[in-house]
DNA sequence: TCTCCAAAGTTGTATGAAAGATTTTGCCAT
DNA sequence: ATGGCAAAATCTTTCATACAACTTTGGAGA
């Protein structure tokens, strides 16, 4: 019953789309390079059979989408084949040892700010939050697994804290990138080694909690740097261990 | 003495791509919705102070990047933001006022961090591409492209100082996101507030740059973290000062 | 109350004109 | 010829106006 007049579910007949479609064509049979000058407006009008204003908003789309670039008085070029959409360089999986340490670097930036932040914004669930992954850590010092996941949901209860989503994000996304998920102490041959170790880290989440419990921000951001510069020294330490290059 | 006159330094200041970043901002400061319509053009018209072409070119330049949809005889509305492909939330750009906020924030523990290592490890060269950021910020305070770029380029040259990738890939992809280009002070309507907005700023970038320069890590990250926490809460007022809502 | 239709509102397209900027052309002095 | 300089031609950008196509709204009439 609804057949009438309501709705045009097909998208209507646009000029401006219709030519750019033609100007993408046009481009690729000819086969322009970047830097090429495309015929002037007016001769676009004429070839395609419309006004001005259809041609211009059809070279605005193009510009919008990278593939042309206009100079006032010149012409109309074609430009570099636009950017890699793909996504952030800057967040893909670091590719060596070097880039490895140079992540833990960026990510401690982030995290010490973050302790500040939850210092001054934690609320008591989110108090609750960080208790409940230090008691998780601490009952499950020898599966290497959970210990990991403990040790990802302090963090996580942190990043929470500054009531900041991009925090609770980076956290999040990083984690999954940079900390395989049974990493935490997997290379000891020691267990007397590998508990002193995880009660090392277990101490500084503590030092880290007290702190933001008592909202000291500045004693939150010193603790924290303290702990990531600890187990960045670990990683470099193993890694120049277990690297024969 | 290059300024001769074969080359265009200077980017054209489109009328275009300022209305576009107005109705970006509009769109963001506004806390509009997906399905929420646009004011007509004719009333954009008379808000920017534009003829309609220029309306419609931006209107086409954000249709193209899948931002707004319109319906012929109805109005432009805001569309669903594209489903980016399997990338990270984290690095999407801020769809409303917090989440720019939010966006600040984040960017501030990295560069305040950034600044501290760049203080530690830069280089001769470092510091000249700092300083020729700055001078080329002078020399173009009237410019809001050139000196957003200039801008962008002092901040890349601490990240780049860092020795570490990932500042620099952060910077790089934030400032894209982030700011668009010609934001620098495109919003003041009397010059000498302009004027003197832009002169903090530079003075700040001063301090930042001192104490890069004697190495003094602490104080790179104070000045660094007034100079951002400035920038914030200007964004703070004006937002909310031109929040008619 | 429901249906239908006309008027108002909004986007799409066309056209003419002027302004801003670059490239080419033509001329002159050397 | 050659180099430089100014005018002309070319081209993009912007403005203003008009009309066409379509949607929404509100009221008249059943």
Same mark, same amino acid.
């Given at each position: 019953m609804a057949e009438t007049t309501h709705m045009a579910d097909t998208a209507a007949p646009r000029l401006t789309d219709r030519v750019k479609d033609g100007l993408n064509r046009m481009i690729v049979d000819a086969g322009m390079r970047p830097g090429d000058k495309l015929p002037p407006a007016d001769q676009l009008c004429q070839q395609f059979s419309v006004s001005r204003t259809v041609v211009r908003e059809a070279i605005a789309s193009l510009k919008a989408e990278g593939r042309l670039r206009s100079l006032r008085g010149s012409g109309v070029y074609v430009s570099e #084949?636009?950017?890699?959409? =793909?996504? &952030?360089?800057?967040m893909e999986a670091p590719q060596d040892i070097g880039e490895v340490l140079d992540f833990i670097e960026f990510r401690m930036s982030v995290e010490i700010e973050a302790a500040g932040l939850a210092a001054e914004r934690r609320t008591e669930t989110n108090l609750l939050r960080m208790e409940q992954a230090m008691s998780q850590f601490a009952r499950h010092l020898e599966d290497n697994t959970l210990a990991t996941d403990a040790d990802r949901s302090f963090h996580r209860a942190i990043a929470d804290a500054t009531n900041n989503k991009r925090f609770r994000l980076f956290v999040d996304e990083m984690g999954e990138r940079l900390? #395989?998920?049974?990493?935490? =102490?997997? &290379?000891?041959?020691?267990e007397k080694d590998k508990a002193e170790f995880l009660e090392n880290i277990q101490s500084e989440h503590r030092r880290i909690f007290e702190a933001i419990t008592d909202r000291r921000a500045d004693d939150a951001r010193a603790a924290m740097r303290q702990h990531l510069e600890g187990g960045r020294r670990r990683y470099r330490e193993w890694s120049l261990a277990h690297d024969g290059a």
């Open positions: #084949p636009p950017k890699p959409v =793909g996504g &952030s360089m800057f900390i #395989p998920r049974r990493a935490l =102490g997997a &290379s000891f041959t020691d």
